[in-house]
């Protein structure tokens, strides 16, 4: 009821509009996601050696990483991406069943990222089993003395993000279409992968998140499904036992 009735992805994919009709939600017709966020493990370098972080998710079940040896995050995001994949193998039953697994490790349970991923360039930690791309990206880029290393783990988690649509209140509808537009144009894109930094869409050929995830095996929380995470995540924190983070 907030949105305008343009039907920006008939209009996409007729080519009135330049926005890629893979942005467009389908059901909608209305609302356009111009961001995706990845999610990655992440390490200090200096305290576990490449050939010793996982490279499958269940590689976080190891005993080696049982009883605070690795850090999860409370908020399950990328847990309701995982739900969002049954075509990869996971699916809902995975997940719940995952999240159990994962409780059963004893982990450092944290909430945040930028708070974490210091503690962990500092070396007071490890092993981070599920972090945002771009979070760890910058922190990598920002700080003097970086120990962090990043490892992509298929199937890649990506959750769309940033959904914009034109409200039916906007004085200026048309304008708020066209700057939709330009947000979804490649040169918007960019913008956004320079500012955000490196959310801009998957779907936006040339942005960063569709250069890695080039041939690799993606799990996506998509246009479909999105509707369905908040309680996804709730079956995720009941799953962890409802716990309450050390480091925030």
């Not at 995706?36 to 493990?41: D, I, R």
């Not at 771009?134 to 783990?153: A, D, G, S, W, Y």
Request: aromatic share 8%; with cysteine.
């Amino acid at each position: 009821p907030y949105a305008k009735r343009f039907d920006i992805l008939g209009m996409a994919e007729q080519g009135v509009l330049g926005i890629e009709p893979k942005m467009v939600d389908p059901k909608n017709r209305t609302v356009v996601s111009l961001a995706t966020v990845l999610f990655v493990g992440a390490y200090n370098k200096n305290l576990l050696s490449a050939d010793k972080v996982p490279t499958t998710w269940d590689g976080f079940l190891r005993p080696e990483f049982k009883g605070r040896k690795m850090m999860v995050d409370i908020r399950p995001i990328m847990y309701s991406t995982f739900a969002a994949c049954p075509d990869q193998g996971m699916g809902v039953e995975w997940m719940v069943n995952y999240a159990q697994k994962i409780r059963a490790q004893q982990p450092v349970w944290v909430r945040g990222y930028s708070r974490t991923l210091t503690a962990m360039n500092a070396g007071e930690y490890a092993l981070h089993s599920g972090v945002y791309y771009h979070t760890v990206v910058r922190l990598m880029q920002k700080t003097p003395q970086n120990n962090l290393e990043l490892k992509f783990i298929e199937p890649v988690p990506a959750t769309l993000f940033e959904a914009e649509m034109v409200l039916n209140s906007s004085r200026n509808p048309h304008a708020g279409l066209l700057f939709l537009e330009h947000q979804a144009s490649a040169e918007g894109q960019k913008v956004i992968d320079e500012r955000e930094p490196l959310k801009a869409s998957l779907h936006s050929p040339g942005s960063v998140a569709a250069k890695q995830l080039k041939g690799k095996k993606v799990c996506l929380n998509g246009h479909d499904t999105l509707q369905l995470s908040s309680s996804w995540e709730k079956m995720a924190v009941e799953a962890f036992g409802f716990p309450g983070a050390e480091v925030k």
